[in-house]
């Protein structure tokens, strides 16, 4: 079985500072890595993906995220962060040996303070 | 403009009255899904279609019905509501059947069952 593990309901910086989502994942083959963002009242937005290759992803809006086999970790990372950032943010996991299946983790809530 | 659409997006109904949550996409996507996001639970993928007459099911697909008879839509059926069948759902589709495509949301249907 697949899953996702995001350790922080809730993460908050200041604007400008680096900021850092946190995401942990288990699956049974090569895992496909996803961030989507939903701001309030919004569907789900993609950010990036991570499939194969170079372990650090660049995505929308200046975000990264840097794929850690070792750990299975994917955290998603901006070096300057905007108030315009605040949003609830998902990872989400999926594996070519179940590929329909999608499994996404609880959340974590992003505030930017000016 | 490329979308997805769901109908309607706010809906207060009773226990036990039949009701369809329509989804529809405009860019000959092959994988639909639909998801339900309670809080502190994340997002859990009800069910999923491959491709149009191939559905199947995810992690929480009691109580809920699909159908893909046209590649565009995807009908999520709730036979007999229940209150715990209140939340917030949301339909998604994908370019291919391929677990690397990013998905693309819908702006969500609020559901609450009395």
């Known amino acids: 079985a697949q899953s996702v593990a995001q350790p922080e309901d809730q993460v908050n910086v200041a604007e400008g500072n680096p900021l850092t989502v946190k995401c942990t994942y288990s699956?049974?083959?090569?895992?496909?890595l996803f961030w989507y963002v939903q701001y309030p009242n919004r569907g789900l937005q993609f950010l990036l993906k991570?499939?194969?290759?170079?372990?650090l992803v660049k995505g929308s809006y200046g975000f990264e995220a840097e794929f850690n086999k070792s750990q299975t970790s994917f955290h998603l990372k901006k070096p300057s962060a905007l108030v315009s950032d605040s949003a609830l943010y998902f990872c989400?996991?999926?594996?070519?040996?179940?590929?329909?299946?999608?499994?996404f983790g609880d959340g974590t809530t992003l505030t930017v303070k000016p | 403009e490329a979308q997805v659409t769901q109908n309607p997006r706010y809906l207060i109904t009773v226990t036990g009255k039949k009701l369809t949550v329509t989804c529809s996409q405009n860019?000959?996507?092959?994988?639909m899904s639909w998801y339900r996001q309670d809080p502190g639970l994340g997002l859990r993928q009800i069910y999923y279609?491959?491709?149009?007459?191939?559905?199947d099911k995810g992690d929480v697909p009691e109580g809920y019905k699909v159908s893909r008879k046209e590649k565009r839509n995807f009908p999520l059926i709730l036979e007999s509501p229940s209150p715990n069948q209140t939340s917030l759902y949301f339909c998604?589709?994908?370019?291919?059947?391929?677990?690397?495509?990013?998905?693309?949301f819908g702006p969500g249907t609020r559901l609450t069952v009395l």
């Open positions: 998604a589709s994908s370019f291919s059947r391929d677990p690397y495509n990013e998905q693309f």
């Open positions: 699956v049974s083959g090569n895992p496909y």
């Open positions: 991570y499939i194969t290759g170079d372990n």
């Open positions: 989400a996991v999926r594996d070519m040996r179940v590929p329909g299946k999608s499994t």
């Open positions: 860019m000959n996507h092959e994988y």
């Open positions: 279609s491959m491709n149009v007459e191939v559905t």
